[in-house]
């Protein structure tokens, strides 16, 4: 994976993150209505603390886009960060009591994307560290 393709792929979940993390932590509502088609009903404030971790992800990615090429363990970091994720859309989408069509296809997707991004990640931090090796 060349330098400008990580690139963008941090750039890419930076902003994927943020995006994720202002509407959880912002516009819960907006949430619920896409993803559930149903009103804002959180008294726990679960959606909330999932857009906590989401600008956690957003703040270790954007570190990563910054420094990776001067201190490429970055790059399997932010891999690490994304499996974190690979269980948990998929138990949200069995466990929802309602979902949308938009919220189905966001979250049936959403692992499958995740692990590769992370393999994308360590495969550019084995090249970065290896020499360009293609294993």
């Known amino acids: 994976m060349t330098a400008l393709l990580t690139n963008l792929l941090l750039v890419f979940l930076v902003l994927l993150d943020l995006v994720l993390s202002a509407v959880c ?5 907006v949430w619920f209505r896409l993803f559930h088609g149903a009103p804002y009903i959180d008294p726990q404030g679960l959606l909330r603390r999932v857009g906590a971790v989401w600008a956690a992800f957003t703040l ?30 998929w138990v949200y989408l069995w466990a929802a009591e309602s979902i949308t069509w938009f919220g189905f296809a966001g979250l049936l997707a959403a692992p499958p994307a995740n692990v590769l991004f992370a393999w994308l990640l360590i495969r550019a931090y084995r090249q970065q560290t290896l020499g360009g090796s293609r294993s």
């Open 25 to 29: 932590l912002f516009f819960p509502e």
């Open 60 to 89: 270790f990615q954007l570190i990563a886009l910054l420094r990776w090429r001067r201190q490429p363990y970055w790059l399997p970091l932010v891999a690490g960060i994304r499996l974190t994720e690979v269980f948990s859309d």
